[in-house]
C-alpha cells in the first residue's frame, strides 16, 4: 500500500491539544486540512507525523515546542507606558493588539499584565513554549 510523502498533497482531519487537554483546535466540524507536505505551510512536526501514513490510517502524535511554534522568546516580551496607548483602549490581560515595529509592519501582541503605569505585551505565538499533541486522521492524499 502507498504511503504519504513529501510533495504529495493531503487532507486531514485533526484535534490539536495542549498537555493539560485543553482543545485549540480541531478540524472535525468542517473541512478536512488540506497542504502539500514539504511546503512548510505548517508546523514542522506536524508535517513530518504525515510522512508514512497510509490512507486512513490515525495517529496521535505530541511535537515538542521547538518542532511547533518554537520556544517561548522572553525577547518578545516589553512592557510600555500605559499612557503611551490610547485612553479608549479596552485593556486586559489576554486582549490581542495589533501594533506596528519600526518599519510598519504589523505584528499581533497579547496583553499579559497591566497596572496603573505599565502594559506588559507578549509578541510570542500563543503557543510558544507548549509540547502540542495532534490526533490526526490522513483522509485523502494525490
Known amino acids: 500500500m502507498t504511503r504519504a510523502k513529501k510533495g ?3 487532507q486531514v482531519h485533526y484535534t490539536g491539544k495542549i498537555a493539560t487537554g485543553e482543545v485549540f483546535d480541531s478540524s472535525l466540524e468542517r473541512e478536512p486540512l488540506e497542504f502539500c507536505i514539504g ?3 505548517l508546523i514542522p512536526g506536524f508535517e513530518e507525523a504525515l510522512v508514512g501514513m497510509q490512507l486512513g490510517e490515525s495517529k496521535t502524535i505530541t511535537i515538542a515546542s521547538h518542532k511547533a511554534y ?3 522568546d522572553e525577547t518578545l ?3 510600555v ?3 503611551l496607548l490610547p485612553k ?4 486586559e490581560e489576554g486582549t490581542k493588539l495589533q501594533i506596528g515595529d519600526e518599519n510598519e509592519i504589523p505584528t499581533i501582541v497579547t496583553v499579559t499584565k497591566i497596572n496603573e503605569e505599565q502594559v506588559t505585551l ?6 510558544a513554549g507548549k509540547d502540542l ?9 494525490t
Open 81 to 83: 507606558d500605559r499612557n
Open 122 to 127: 507578549d509578541a510570542n505565538h500563543p503557543l
Open 88 to 91: 479608549e483602549l479596552p485593556l
Open 70 to 72: 518554537g520556544d517561548h
Open 39 to 41: 511546503e512548510r505551510k
Open 8 to 10: 504529495d498533497t493531503v
Open 77 to 79: 516580551v516589553s512592557s
Open 133 to 141: 499533541t495532534f490526533d490526526i486522521k490522513l483522509i485523502s492524499f
